[in-house]
């Protein structure tokens, strides 16, 4: 007779914000605001995921994971076995509870300030994990910019170009730096979103530059497929964050 104890069973996942508990916490923070000031918390720590070492010893550079989506992937890389690099511009407090909660998985995470818009800091991006984690295997491009405006006729030129800047340029850089230092078996990520395929009518500079990161991904996987190196796209619909 066997006196194998019972497997513990899995904890129960938290509760999901159902639509009127999102109707009832909408906020606009101030920009860039704050993950620990929303008063619904997304449900970015993965209490019940179950990993299984899919990505183990692997380095994943992660753009705009200090908050939200970004927040997320980087906590699941490392529990799927990977060092994270997040990069991050602004809200250095949300970059740093990342950095936390990826280092409670028991692996790296090295935090990077800088700005995607500019190039050379995209270059300056790769150079430093590569230097501090010793190579890089995986790109998530996932910083973005969103502002909605009711009237088309008057999204400011600033929004329009700082939207371009950082959600397609801030990508074309920041694959540019990391494509010659990938091999056989890397990928990269690019967050995309439907928005880009049904239109938005109070974020139509934004659903143009996600419309753009989708051409972006099929035109590099079709660049890259040769080498073995995989380009894919997320496309979330809308996302607690």
Avoid at 71 to 80: G, L, P, Q, T
Avoid at 149 to 155: A, G, L, P, T, V
């Amino acid at each position: 007779m066997s006196s194998k104890k019972p497997a513990s069973p899995a904890p129960a996942p938290p509760k999901r914000p159902t639509a009127a508990d999102m109707k009832n916490h909408v906020q606009k923070l101030p920009y860039p605001g704050k993950q620990a000031d929303m008063k619904l918390q997304p449900q970015s720590s993965l209490a019940a995921y179950r990993a299984a070492g899919k990505l183990e010893d692997k380095v994943a550079l992660i753009t705009g994971a200090d908050s939200g989506i970004g927040r997320a992937v980087a906590i699941a890389f490392a529990k799927e076995g990977a060092d994270v690099a997040i990069l991050f511009n602004e809200n250095q407090e949300d970059a740093q509870e990342t950095k936390r909660l990826v280092e409670q998985e028991g692996r790296k995470c090295q935090v990077l300030q800088l700005d995607v818009r500019e190039r050379e800091q995209a270059f300056q991006a790769v150079r430093l994990v590569r230097q501090e984690l010793g190579g890089l295997n995986i790109l998530v491009n996932n910083a973005a910019y969103q502002m909605s405006q009711e009237k088309f006729e008057d999204i400011p030129e600033a929004q329009i170009r700082r939207s371009f800047d950082t959600n397609i340029m801030g990508y074309i850089w920041m694959a540019q730096a990391a494509i010659p230092h990938l091999v056989d078996g890397d990928c990269i990520i690019n967050t995309g979103s439907i928005v880009g395929i049904v239109g938005n009518k109070i974020l139509i500079d934004y659903t143009c530059t996600k419309a753009g990161i989708h051409a972006l991904t099929k035109s590099l996987a079709m660049y890259l497929g040769e080498k073995n190196i995989r380009v894919n796209a997320v496309l979330p619909g809308p996302i607690w964050t």
